[in-house]
C-alpha cells in the first residue's frame, strides 16, 4: 500500500513540474526595470528539488560526491569555484542561488547513479510529466484562441495580450498573435518541454542508444541557438530527469492509443508555441520516428495488420510535417529580424568573454554586466548555451567541465578501473 502511495507522488511531482507555481524573492533593477534575467524567483519546482535531495540522502544516509572517484571531486572543485565568484560577482545573491540549485541538481543525479534506488521512480516522474503536458495542451490552445491568458493565478500563469510589450507574438499574414505560452515563463520553453516529452514517447519505438543520442543532439541544437537550458530552472530540471529516464532503460508505458494521443497532442502544443527552434527539431524527430515505423518488419498478416496500425501515426505526422513547413515559410521576415538580434547578442557575448576570459563574470551574471548602452529588448542572455557558459564561469570553469564530462564518456565506455 505504501509503495503505491509513494508511486502516485512521484507521478503528482511530474505531473506539478509543467505547472510551475513562483514568486519574486529579489529582483535587481536595469535602468528602472525588473528583468527576469536579474530577479531571483522561488519556484515551487526548487522546493521539490530540495525535498527529493533529503529523501535520498535520508535513504542512502551519505552526502553527495562523497565517494573518492576523480569525477566527484572535480564537480567539487566546479562548485567551490561557482561559489568562489561571489567575490567579484555583481549581483552574489543570484550568483549564490543558481549555485545552490546546481549543487542540488548534482546532487540528486549522484545519489540516482550511485545508488540506483530512484529508477524506477524517474519512470513515474516521467510518465507524470507527459500527463501534465494534457493540461499545458488545453491552456495553450485556450490562450491562442482568445488571445489572452485563460484567468489562472499570476502566480502560474504569465498576463498575456497581443497589445503589451514584451509578449512572445508572431506575425502571420499581417495578423500578429500571441503565442502558446501554457504556464511557462515563455513559449520556448514550452516547446523545449513538449520536445522532451516527445522524445521520452519516441524512446519506445527509437530503442535506448538511438533515443539517447537524439536526446544529445537536440541539447546541443539547442544548446547552439538558444539559452533556456541554462537560464531556465524548468528547462534544466525536465532535461536532466529526460536524460536519467533514458539512460534507466526504462521505456514509459502508456497504451497504444493513449501514447497516440499524448504525441498529437504535443504536435499541437509545439506548433502553436510557434518556436522555430522547435519546429525544425519536430521535424527531426518526426523523419526518425516515421522512418522507424515504416521499416518495422513483421510477417503475413502480422506485417499488414501493423502497418494499418502504423497508418494514423503516419497521417498525423505528416500532417503536423507540413503544417511546420508552413509556419516556417509564414513569418519569413521575422525569421530575418531573429537571425539579426542573435548576431547583437553574439557581439556581446564575444565582448564579455574578451574581457573575462578565465574568471567570467560569475553564474547568472551575464545581463547584470551588459553595457547600457543599448535598448531595453537587448537585455537578455546570449543565445548559445556554450557562450553562455564560457562567459559566467569562465574558461577556468568550462575546463573543469569538460574534463567532467569527458571522463564520465571514457568510463561509461571502457569503465572506471582503465
Same mark, same amino acid.
Given at each position: 500500500?505504501?509503495?503505491?502511495?509513494?508511486?502516485?507522488?512521484?507521478?503528482?511531482?511530474?505531473?506539478?513540474?509543467?505547472?510551475?507555481?513562483?514568486? *519574486?524573492?529579489?529582483?535587481?533593477?536595469?535602468?528602472?526595470?525588473?528583468?527576469?534575467? *536579474? *530577479?531571483?524567483?522561488?519556484? =515551487?519546482?526548487?522546493?521539490?528539488? #530540495?525535498?527529493?535531495?533529503?529523501? @535520498?540522502?535520508?535513504?542512502?544516509?551519505?552526502?553527495?560526491?562523497? =565517494?573518492?572517484? +576523480?569525477?566527484?571531486?572535480?564537480?567539487?572543485?566546479?562548485?567551490?569555484?561557482?561559489?568562489?565568484?561571489?567575490?567579484?560577482?555583481?549581483?552574489?545573491?543570484?550568483?549564490?542561488?543558481?549555485?545552490?540549485?546546481?549543487? @542540488?541538481?548534482?546532487?540528486?543525479?549522484?545519489? %540516482?547513479?550511485?545508488?540506483?534506488?530512484?529508477?524506477?521512480?524517474? !519512470?513515474?516522474?516521467?510518465?507524470?510529466?507527459?500527463? $501534465?503536458?494534457?493540461?499545458?495542451?488545453?491552456?495553450?490552445?485556450?490562450?491562442?484562441?482568445?488571445?489572452?491568458?485563460?484567468?489562472?493565478?499570476?502566480?502560474?500563469?504569465?498576463?498575456?495580450?497581443?497589445?503589451?510589450?514584451?509578449?512572445?507574438?508572431?506575425?502571420?499574414?499581417?495578423?500578429?498573435?500571441?503565442?502558446?505560452?501554457?504556464?511557462?515563463?515563455?513559449?520556448? +520553453?514550452?516547446?523545449?518541454?513538449?520536445?522532451?516529452?516527445?522524445?521520452?514517447?519516441?524512446?519506445?519505438? #527509437?530503442?535506448?542508444?538511438?533515443? %539517447?543520442?537524439?536526446?544529445?543532439?537536440?541539447?546541443?541544437?539547442?544548446?547552439?541557438?538558444?539559452?533556456?537550458?541554462?537560464?531556465?530552472?524548468?528547462?534544466?530540471?525536465?532535461?536532466?530527469? *529526460?536524460?536519467?529516464?533514458?539512460?534507466? !532503460?526504462?521505456?514509459? /508505458?502508456?497504451?497504444?492509443?493513449?501514447?497516440?494521443?499524448?504525441?498529437?497532442?504535443?504536435?499541437? %502544443?509545439?506548433?502553436?508555441?510557434?518556436?522555430?527552434?522547435?519546429?525544425?527539431?519536430?521535424? #527531426?524527430?518526426?523523419?526518425?520516428?516515421?522512418?522507424?515505423?515504416?521499416?518495422? =518488419?513483421?510477417?503475413?498478416?502480422?506485417?499488414?495488420?501493423?502497418?494499418?496500425?502504423?497508418?494514423?501515426?503516419?497521417? %498525423?505526422?505528416?500532417?503536423? +510535417?507540413?503544417? +511546420?513547413?508552413?509556419?516556417?515559410?509564414?513569418?519569413?521576415?521575422?525569421?530575418?529580424?531573429?537571425?539579426?538580434?542573435?548576431?547583437?547578442?553574439?557581439?556581446?557575448?564575444?565582448?564579455?568573454?574578451?574581457?573575462?576570459?578565465?574568471?567570467?563574470?560569475?553564474?547568472?551574471?551575464?545581463?547584470?554586466? @551588459?553595457?547600457?548602452?543599448?535598448?531595453?529588448?537587448?537585455?537578455?542572455?546570449?543565445?548559445?548555451?556554450?557562450? @553562455?557558459?564560457?562567459?559566467?564561469?569562465?574558461?577556468?570553469?568550462? #575546463?573543469?567541465?569538460?574534463?567532467?564530462?569527458?571522463? /564520465?564518456?571514457?568510463?561509461?565506455?571502457? $569503465?572506471?578501473?582503465?
Amino acid at each position: 500500500m505504501w509503495n503505491k502511495i509513494k508511486l502516485f507522488i512521484y507521478i503528482i511531482i511530474g505531473v506539478g513540474f509543467p505547472f510551475l507555481i513562483r514568486t *519574486t524573492l529579489f529582483s535587481y533593477t536595469i535602468r528602472n526595470i525588473n528583468l527576469p534575467y *536579474t *530577479t531571483i524567483y522561488l519556484h =515551487s519546482l526548487d522546493l521539490v528539488l #530540495f525535498l527529493i535531495f533529503a529523501h @535520498l540522502f535520508w535513504q542512502t544516509k551519505r552526502f553527495p560526491l562523497s =565517494s573518492q572517484k +576523480i569525477v566527484d571531486k572535480l564537480w567539487i572543485t566546479l562548485l567551490l569555484w561557482i561559489f568562489f565568484q561571489l567575490i567579484w560577482a555583481k549581483y552574489p545573491l543570484i550568483s549564490w542561488f543558481w549555485g545552490l540549485r546546481v549543487y @542540488l541538481l548534482v546532487g540528486i543525479t549522484w545519489y %540516482i547513479r550511485s545508488f540506483k534506488p530512484f529508477q524506477k521512480e524517474i !519512470s513515474y516522474i516521467a510518465k507524470g510529466f507527459i500527463i $501534465g503536458m494534457l493540461g499545458q495542451a488545453l491552456i495553450v490552445i485556450t490562450q491562442v484562441w482568445f488571445q489572452s491568458n485563460t484567468g489562472l493565478p499570476v502566480v502560474v500563469e504569465p498576463t498575456l495580450s497581443p497589445e503589451i510589450a514584451g509578449v512572445a507574438k508572431v506575425s502571420i499574414l499581417d495578423n500578429v498573435i500571441i503565442r502558446g505560452y501554457g504556464t511557462f515563463p515563455h513559449p520556448n +520553453i514550452l516547446a523545449f518541454a513538449g520536445v522532451l516529452a516527445l522524445i521520452l514517447l519516441y524512446a519506445k519505438e #527509437f530503442k535506448k542508444k538511438l533515443a %539517447i543520442w537524439v536526446y544529445i543532439v537536440s541539447l546541443v541544437f539547442l544548446g547552439f541557438v538558444d539559452h533556456y537550458i541554462l537560464t531556465s530552472i524548468q528547462a534544466l530540471v525536465l532535461s536532466l530527469f *529526460t536524460g536519467l529516464q533514458l539512460i534507466s !532503460s526504462k521505456n514509459i /508505458e502508456f497504451s497504444q492509443i493513449l501514447r497516440q494521443i499524448f504525441i498529437f497532442i504535443l504536435h499541437i %502544443i509545439i506548433i502553436l508555441s510557434f518556436s522555430k527552434i522547435a519546429l525544425a527539431l519536430l521535424l #527531426f524527430l518526426d523523419f526518425i520516428y516515421l522512418t522507424i515505423v515504416y521499416k518495422k =518488419s513483421m510477417f503475413h498478416v502480422e506485417q499488414f495488420q501493423n502497418k494499418l496500425k502504423s497508418l494514423p501515426r503516419l497521417i %498525423i505526422n505528416s500532417i503536423a +510535417i507540413a503544417g +511546420i513547413l508552413f509556419l516556417w515559410i509564414l513569418p519569413y521576415k521575422q525569421i530575418l529580424e531573429t537571425i539579426v538580434k542573435r548576431g547583437v547578442y553574439i557581439q556581446d557575448a564575444a565582448n564579455m568573454i574578451y574581457a573575462n576570459l578565465w574568471l567570467g563574470v560569475g553564474l547568472g551574471q551575464y545581463v547584470g554586466n @551588459l553595457s547600457d548602452n543599448r535598448e531595453i529588448w537587448q537585455y537578455e542572455p546570449v543565445h548559445n548555451i556554450f557562450l @553562455l557558459l564560457l562567459s559566467e564561469i569562465g574558461a577556468i570553469g568550462v #575546463f573543469i567541465l569538460v574534463v567532467i564530462f569527458s571522463i /564520465e564518456c571514457y568510463t561509461k565506455r571502457y $569503465g572506471y578501473k582503465k
